[in-house]
């Protein structure tokens, strides 16, 4: 059983800053990308920022130079620095990773339970 935690979501004013945390538990036998998704209210879910086993990233073009995706020192986690946040950044946060289970042969997609993110004064 895998299991992804996201943590650090709230509420921020705009310009400020949040740092969320996503680690992954369970049976894994490798991580192939951990990543953030988003979803806004009436919006379909959008690659924020994803990073591989290697430390390559990709950033959606809307975050580039305000957030910074990162592995934690911690096995199995990663985190999302997000600055000068927008009220457009308001969104449900979501972890993803693509990772094989120990005992699979194949590597599949998890994701966590979201967190949410409220950019507003």
């Known amino acids: 059983q895998v299991q992804l935690v996201e943590s650090g979501g709230g509420l921020v004013q705009p310009g400020g800053s949040l740092r969320l945390s996503c680690a992954a538990s369970?049976?894994?036998?490798?991580?192939?990308?951990m990543g953030w998704y988003r979803q806004a209210p009436g919006k379909q879910r959008e690659l924020v920022a994803h990073?591989?086993?290697?430390?390559?990233?990709n950033y959606a073009d809307s975050v580039k130079g305000r957030f910074t995706i990162s592995r934690g020192n911690v096995k199995n986690t990663v985190y999302l620095q997000m600055n000068s946040l927008k009220p457009e950044d308001t969104a449900v946060y979501y972890c993803?990773?693509?990772?094989?289970?120990?005992?699979?042969?194949?590597?599949?997609?998890?994701w966590g339970q979201g967190t949410q993110v409220t950019v507003s004064s």
């Open positions: 990073i591989t086993s290697i430390g390559r990233t």
């Open positions: 369970g049976s894994i036998f490798s991580i192939n990308l």
């Open positions: 993803n990773a693509d990772l094989r289970s120990s005992g699979s042969a194949a590597s599949y997609g998890y």
